[in-house]
């Protein structure tokens, strides 16, 4: 079941952020934002968290965690995360990833995100807001450079 999370479920909220990301807070865009203080959406019984922000007729995916990937927790999200912003007027809904992220770019493209815009760098810059950020990722590949996706809404 999606729901919007409630104050029963900020400690495990804050654990599954502090273990995937290192942190709360997270930079996109050369900004920081605290994933906590963003509306969100979980499945239960604490499988899944989405959090998301809204910027005018547009909303931005800001994290996307399934406890246990490959169960359709993260199409689950999506799926009421998009039906939510459409039933809201709202015309599309955005991801940023980095270029190392090779499983989100493939989920996000078969889920019906389109690349539209990469920003050579912009990692190197987001590492002066936070330097936990790694500069190689897990498989290998340098972290440089933020992809965004777009999902059409309308």
């Known amino acids: 079941m999606t729901r919007e999370p409630g104050p029963q479920d900020k400690d495990w909220i804050v654990k599954l952020l502090t273990e995937r990301w290192g942190d709360t807070k997270v930079v996109a865009h050369d900004e920081t934002f605290d994933l906590l203080d963003l509306p969100a959406l979980v499945v239960d019984p604490d499988q899944g968290l989405a959090t998301y922000r809204m910027q005018g007729n547009e ?10 990937p490959g169960q359709g927790v993260g199409t689950a ?5 998009a039906d939510q912003l459409r039933r809201q007027g709202l015309s599309a809904l955005w991801v940023m990833t980095t270029n190392d992220n090779l499983d989100a770019l493939r989920f996000y493209q078969r889920r019906g995100f389109e690349l539209r815009r990469v920003r050579p760098g912009a990692v190197d810059k987001a590492r002066l807001l936070k330097p936990s950020i790694p500069r190689i990722a897990d498989n290998g590949i340098p972290i440089r450079d933020e992809l965004d996706l777009c999902l059409r809404l309308l």
């Open 77 to 81: 999200l999506i799926d009421a995360l």
């Open 59 to 68: 909303a931005e995916l800001m994290s996307l965690d399934a406890v246990r």
